[in-house]
């Protein structure tokens, strides 16, 4: 049935504008900072935008060195290239730096978080998820330690702007002599408590991502950076991100290149934008609170985050509906199909419903055990391998928190120009799946 012809619905009018999941939220000195690039001609991949960017996150993230990228995606790879050549030393020009080497990744993530493993030619080990946050299990991390003691790298990322369990992680990681690349390209802004000193998201992995992509909490249209402390990372970095062109006056390479500096032109946007990262997570937490009031009635519960070591930056706002308020919802490889129940719903009928009325929400990122692409590779959950659980004579197949919230949740629409009236008709949708 069309959804908008199901008496439940009845009533509703379709919203004037779309209201997206995230979209850009510009303010007028992106444009200034574009138009002196130009006017000055610093159309490039230097100038005067790029320093000062790099200068300023550097400065709020509280780390020595920020590398301005072409996106997170490239700063991920330059991130996971250097730990890999940190590790295991220069790789041949055809080889990546990880060849023959597993990596603990997260599982519940947008797969650029992960793709630089297999760039490097490493093979990722994901890392179930845990309820408190949907990040990187500590519990499963250890598990996997003991079935794959000799692994030295571990790739998280911060789902939907609310930190992991960074300080769990990381004495895992020291008490096995790893290293950890952190992917905070959706948690810019978030902060977390580490042995009782509040750090920004983007500060906690010894080589740190962050990402400027539309959908951003600030964007620069695309864009990333490489975070640090090590001035010889940063170079690094700098280096490899132009080519890796030596001290000569002919183009001369020991090391291969990528093309993956950031352009001074988005540089500007960003620089128009750093002024209102505050603005935009007051903006996003108030989406937040406000849905979960609106849904309190609802068995339905929002991502959670831990309230005394860490501040999200709301980057998206997600819900999660009770097991025994779950209709019947099924999904093939690109199909799916629901059904209706009173008292009931499902992500597939609320995503269809909202989107109806022209609003955008996203299932939950398909975790990447999941993925046809990755099926063959190992997954870990707190109790040991994930992987073949199941047995025809034996009843339950394992945990597996990652595929239950995917199953269970959904992200909803957490553009910071949505109006509160708007909300509150998407807040009525959702009630109204449920009658
Ligand atoms: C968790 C995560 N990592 C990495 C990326 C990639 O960043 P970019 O799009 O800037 O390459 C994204 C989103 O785009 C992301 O959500």
Redesign the pocket.
């Known amino acids: 049935m069309d959804i908008k012809n199901d008496p439940r619905f009845s009533g509703i009018e379709p919203f004037e504008n779309k209201v997206w999941l995230s979209s850009p939220t510009m303010h007028g000195d992106e444009q200034k900072w574009v138009d002196e690039a130009i006017k000055t001609n610093w159309v490039s991949t230097m100038g005067a935008n790029l320093n000062e960017v790099e200068k300023e996150l550097a400065e709020y993230i509280g780390v020595k060195h920020a590398v301005g990228l072409s996106?997170?995606?490239?700063s991920?790879h330059l991130a996971t290239k250097l730990a890999g050549e940190k590790l295991y030393g220069q790789a041949r020009p055809n080889e990546g730096t990880l060849a023959g080497h597993k990596v603990f990744c997260s599982d519940m993530?947008?797969d650029?978080?992960i793709n630089p493993v297999a760039y490097e030619d490493g093979e990722a080990v994901f890392i179930d998820t845990e309820r408190d946050t949907w990040n990187m299990d500590p519990k499963a991390l250890e598990k996997a330690f003991e079935i794959y003691p000799d692994v030295k790298l571990i790739v998280l990322?911060h789902l939907y702007g609310t930190p992991g369990k960074m300080e769990e992680i990381k004495k895992i990681a020291d008490a096995h002599g790893a290293i950890i690349v952190e992917?905070a390209?959706?948690s810019l802004g978030a902060k977390y408590k580490m042995d009782g000193k509040w750090c920004e998201t983007g500060s906690l992995g010894d080589y740190n991502c962050i990402?400027?992509?539309g959908?951003?909490i600030i964007t620069g249209s695309?864009?990333?950076m490489f975070l640090t402390n090590s001035t010889e990372d940063a170079n690094k970095v700098r280096k490899w991100s132009t080519q890796s062109r030596e001290d000569a006056p002919w183009y001369q390479h020991e090391e291969i290149g990528y093309n993956y500096r950031m352009s001074n032109i988005v540089a500007g946007i960003i620089r128009g934008q750093v002024p209102y990262l505050a603005d935009h997570i007051a903006q996003k937490k108030a989406i937040y609170e406000r849905y979960k009031a609106g849904l309190a009635d609802l068995p339905v519960s929002m991502n959670p985050f831990d309230d005394d070591k860490s501040i999200p930056n709301y980057w998206l706002s997600c819900m999660l509906i009770n097991e025994d308020a779950m209709a019947p919802f099924v999904r093939g490889e690109k199909d799916q199909l629901w059904h209706t129940e009173p008292g009931k719903s499902s992500p597939g009928e609320i995503l269809a419903a909202i989107s109806a009325f022209g609003a955008e929400g996203r299932p939950i990122w398909k975790p990447m055990h999941m993925q046809p692409i990755y099926r063959t590779h190992g997954f870990i959950t707190a109790e040991g391998n994930g992987r073949g659980r199941s047995n025809a004579y034996i009843e339950g197949t394992g945990i597996d928190v990652g595929a239950d919230i995917f199953r269970r949740g959904l992200c909803l629409p957490s553009d910071n120009k949505m109006t509160p009236a708007e909300q509150d008709k998407i807040i009525d949708i959702i009630h109204r799946c449920f009658k």
């Open positions: 996106a997170g995606t490239a991920l993530t947008f650029a978080t990322a992917d390209a959706e990402s400027f992509n959908n951003k695309a864009g990333g």
